[in-house]
């Protein structure tokens, strides 16, 4: 089945301790985005990355990492996460960058930092 | 800084009417734009996409791209109480980037 996976579901962490959400698609897209929601701001955009080894910054990336060491999978690091960072998080991926490429979208990872 | 403005509901019509959803946007250079439905606690899925001016129609779905306007809309005709939902507007164009409005909550009473 195709589909995008992330993992964890769901976190409960304590500020400063550093954590990864996973995210992996099977679909041999080039395209994959992490997004975080929040109540009544919508889904923003925090990294994107256009193929292996090329990201780049979204709209909200302060306190964030990526990498893309491998087309199927890239991961969303909080370095010293801290409570402004809870959030609900959605890993995306597409086809290709392009105007006409819809995104697939994961799960969802809900993340609380108390 | 580019933006996508939804008014957030929510909107609420009696089941079988005509569900109407609109979305604004500032960026000219936007290309393309795409209607997603979440469901409470899930993730976004696509419902449309539309890239050129005019109507685009797909089942009970229309969606409406005005470029000089920057308006796009999504229509939902014979509504059913399973498109209770909140629907997402993006904007893709140049950067790489798409850019979300926050959402229009939709409640279709039976």
């Known amino acids: 089945e195709a589909q995008v996976t992330q993992n964890p579901r769901y976190l409960i962490t304590v500020t400063g301790k550093k954590l990864t959400v996973t995210c992996s698609q099977n679909?041999?897209?080039?395209?994959m985005s992490w997004y975080r929601q929040d109540p009544g701001l919508g889904l923003r955009q925090i990294y994107y990355?256009?193929?292996?080894?090329?990201?780049d910054k979204g709209d909200v990336p302060e306190g964030y990492k990526v990498s893309r060491k491998e087309k199927r999978n890239f991961p969303l690091i909080l370095e010293s996460p801290s409570p402004n960072q809870t959030s609900l998080y959605f890993c995306?991926?597409?086809?290709?960058?392009?105007?006409?490429?819809?995104?697939?979208f994961g799960p969802g990872t809900r993340l609380t930092v108390l | 800084q580019k933006e996508v403005e939804q008014n957030s509901g929510p909107l609420s019509v009696p089941e079988g009417a005509i569900a109407s959803l609109n979305c604004t946007y500032s960026?000219?250079?936007?290309?393309?734009f795409f209607w997603y439905r979440q469901y409470s606690g899930k993730s976004p899925e696509l419902i449309m996409s539309?890239?050129?001016?005019g109507d685009k129609e797909d089942g009970r779905f229309t969606a409406q791209l005005n470029k000089a306007s920057q308006y796009v809309s999504l229509l939902i005709r014979d509504s059913q109480p399973s498109d209770s939902a909140t629907y997402l507007c993006?904007?893709?164009?140049?950067?790489?980037?798409?850019?979300f409005g926050a959402g229009t909550r939709l409640f279709v009473k039976a």
């Open positions: 993006a904007g893709v164009g140049g950067g790489f980037k798409t850019i």
């Open positions: 995306a991926s597409s086809l290709r960058w392009g105007v006409y490429n819809e995104q697939f």
């Open positions: 679909m041999n897209h080039e395209y």
């Open positions: 990355s256009m193929n292996v080894e090329v990201t």
């Open positions: 960026d000219r250079g936007s290309q393309s």
């Open positions: 539309i890239y050129s001016n």
